[in-house]
């Protein structure tokens, strides 16, 4: 992941849940990151998740606002792991990356 974090916002969990459902049903949304804990050489290299799986790792997001981190200006992160506000070791595993190719990227370019 490129070390290049250029700005961020935090959202609603509920505001991203209405912006994930406007979109048609199975719509690429991203790609999940792999779990970290697993050797380089068995890690999964991640796998791209659609709205329905975006809607369900939003639901299981804990919190209430969920940190929405821009990348070199041409990506986000949204970190459904837990709020931005504790400081808990990173579930990357629970992060999508939001490519520009994505539907959601627009909406949340709009949202900053």
């Keep these: 992941m490129p ?3 250029s700005g961020g916002f935090t959202i609603a969990k509920s505001r991203l849940e209405e912006l ?19 050797p380089a050489t068995l890690a999964p290299s991640g796998h791209d998740v659609d709205t329905a799986a975006v809607l369900i790792m939003i639901s ?6 969920i940190w929405v ?3 070199d200006h041409t990506f ?11 400081n808990l070791e990173p579930e990357v595993e629970k992060w999508v990356m939001v490519h520009p190719e994505s ?10």
């Design 69 to 71: 981190e821009e990348q």
């Design 20 to 38: 994930v459902r406007s979109l048609d049903s199975h719509t690429p949304i991203g790609r999940r990151l792999p779990r970290l804990s697993a």
């Design 76 to 86: 986000y992160i949204l970190h459904l792991d837990h709020e931005v506000e504790q």
């Design 3 to 5: 070390n290049g974090r």
């Design 103 to 112: 539907a959601l990227f627009d909406l949340l370019t709009r949202r900053r």
């Design 60 to 65: 299981e997001f804990p919190g209430t606002r």
